[in-house]
Every structure is written in structure tokens, then in C-alpha cells.
Nanobody, 115 residues
Framework: QVHLVESGGGAVQPGGSLTLSCTAS????????MAWYRQRPGELREQVAR???????AYADYVKGRFTISRDNARNTVHLQMNSLKPEDTAFYYC?????????WGQGTQIIVSS
């Protein structure tokens, strides 16, 4: 059974930084790409950053230069360093496999960017 646990969210002022972490179990972590997704209020979930099993990264245009995804295959964890946060980054953030997410999602971690 796939189990994804996200952490690190919180409230931050515009321009601030946060680092999210995700621990995964029940899937062949080191053999698959992983991604961070987000769901803003009233919108569909979207992929914001992706990392291949060997560390090649890709980002949505609106987070390029601000977010950095990384992974630790020995610990089955994936991180998202988020800098220069904007109010429009307010959302629930989730990790999952990519490009085809597992059916089971974690609870996510909420980011609120507000002054």
C-alpha cells in the first residue's frame, strides 16, 4: 500500500521561504520519478516540480528560479525548497509519483502566503 506523508507547511509572509518534505513508502521510490503537486483553492491539482530517479529536474514556469526539488533515495524522501514565496503560492502541496500519480494521495501540507 502506498503511503505518502508531507510536512513542512505553514504560514509565511510574501518573500519568505519554506522547505517541504515528503516520505514515501509502498512504491519503488528509487526507480521512479517523483513530483510535487499543489491544489489552490477552487482549482485542480497541478504539478509544480518533478525529479527523475537520477535527479533530473523540471519545473512549472511560475516556480522556476524560486523552487528547488531534490530527493534522497536512501531515505525515500523528496524535498521542495520554496523561496520568494508569493500569495498565489497559497495551496495544499502534495508529493506523488510522476508522470502518473498513484491513486492514494497523502494529506498534503498547507502553505499560506499572506502579509
Amino acid at each position: 500500500q502506498v503511503h505518502l506523508v508531507e510536512s513542512g507547511g505553514g504560514a509565511v509572509q510574501p518573500g519568505g521561504s519554506l522547505t517541504l518534505s515528503c516520505t514515501a513508502s509502498g512504491l519503488p521510490f528509487s526507480d521512479i520519478a517523483m513530483a510535487w503537486y499543489r491544489q489552490r483553492p477552487g482549482e485542480l491539482r497541478e504539478q509544480v516540480a518533478r525529479i527523475s530517479k537520477i535527479g533530473v529536474t523540471a519545473y512549472a514556469d511560475y516556480v522556476k528560479g524560486r523552487f528547488t526539488i531534490s530527493r534522497d533515495n536512501a531515505r525515500n524522501t523528496v524535498h521542495l525548497q520554496m523561496n520568494s514565496l508569493k500569495p498565489e503560492d497559497t495551496a495544499f502541496y502534495y508529493c506523488n509519483a510522476a508522470p502518473f500519480p498513484e491513486t492514494d494521495w497523502g494529506q498534503g501540507t498547507q502553505i499560506i502566503v499572506s502579509s
